[in-house]
């Protein structure tokens, strides 16, 4: 049996919204968060603002066009929490666990992603509907 | 203007599952997280299991009988993550930038929550979408 390989934090948590002003009027004017930055990325069709919380990080995504990588998630579901990022130091093998114990891992291997590291998601279907995206990060107190 | 009482970490993440066994199998064997405890409380029909994830928790929420807490997500939306809880030192406090912001809260005052502490709910539709729940505790770098 090998050594379980544990995530060590929640790297942020993807809350998709339609609108990112309106958002904000939520989460940083109601609840109280700060925005750190808000990036925009059109090759993916997204809008995100980074709200720091304690070790992790309330990301808001919303669509820049019709079909943005969120649309069909608002369309389906609505605008809610979206997706749990675990940080892991090495997603490689974090990878082979989840897939040895039956988790289907999206796309061939790592990605690029909004937070400039490797990431890969996990098909819904094999987590029971959560949408977890796993994230490597080596510095394991980070923010 | 007042100034903003901001969450100090997001205290843990509830997954709203169908069963808790099948959930553990993601979680704890293919994910890698640890079971600190599982509690069950008959009155609110639930059955939970903290696994820490840094220094926030994911509590995977499932029904012990067909009229739990849970049970009406569960049949509306399916299992996935179902909602957020974000850490205050003071919850009236909190509540009441969150209100003055538009927020509606529900019940008339904070309740004891499954963390043996103070806690409140937004309603979804003044947080578009995103179930929040609100909990007190002083303690800044507490898990």
Redesign the interface.
Same mark, same amino acid.
């Given at each position: 049996m090998p050594e +379980?390989?544990?995530?060590? /934090? &929640?790297n942020h948590?993807g =809350?998709? $919204?339609?609108n990112l002003e309106?958002?904000l +009027? =939520?989460w940083r004017?109601?609840? !109280?968060? +700060?925005v750190e930055r808000i990036v925009h990325l059109p090759e993916r069709g997204l809008h995100i603002a980074f709200l720091p919380? !304690?070790? +992790?990080t &309330?990301e808001l995504v919303a669509p820049a066009r019709e079909d943005s990588e969120i649309s069909k998630f608002l369309a389906e579901?609505?605008?809610? =929490?979206?997706? $749990?990022c675990?940080?892991?130091t090495d997603i490689a093998q974090?990878g082979r /666990?989840?897939q040895d114990? !039956?988790?289907r891992l999206l796309g061939e291997g790592p990605q690029l992603g909004a937070e400039g590291l490797p990431v890969r998601f996990a098909h819904?279907k094999?987590?029971? !509907?959560?949408? $977890?995206e796993m994230l490597e990060k080596v510095d394991v107190q980070g923010v």
């Open positions: +379980t390989i544990a995530p060590t /934090q &929640i948590l =809350i998709a $919204v339609r309106e958002a +009027t =939520i004017d109601g609840l !109280g968060l +700060t919380c !304690g070790q +992790t &309330i579901r609505g605008p809610g =929490i979206h997706h $749990v675990l940080q892991y974090a /666990q989840a114990r !039956g988790l819904p094999s987590t029971a !509907g959560a949408l $977890v």
